[in-house]
């Protein structure tokens, strides 16, 4: 989420201003704590949200994140 923090601001715009995310995980088990996180990332703002459960991600990576916003 720090990444995607970073990516936003770079592109002069906030996670206040994400319209809709999509969220790639290798095991659906992942998803408690993947919501937990994404719900204190964005607080009381509830962009438009996709979860895709996947296979083996590139690098070994447990989640991915495609987020759309506006600037």
Do not use: C, Q
């Not at 720090?2 to 990516?7: K, P, Q, S, T």
């Not at 964005?42 to 296979?55: D, E, I």
């Amino acid at each position: 989420m720090a990444n995607l923090d970073a990516v936003l601001i770079a592109a002069g715009s906030s996670r206040e201003k994400v319209l809709k995310v999509t969220v790639y995980v290798s095991d659906v088990g992942h998803w408690p704590k993947v919501n937990a996180v994404y719900g204190e990332f964005f607080g009381s703002h509830r962009p438009a949200r996709t979860v895709v459960p996947v296979g083996k991600l590139h690098y070994g990576y447990e989640i991915e994140l495609d987020a759309l916003a506006a600037v």
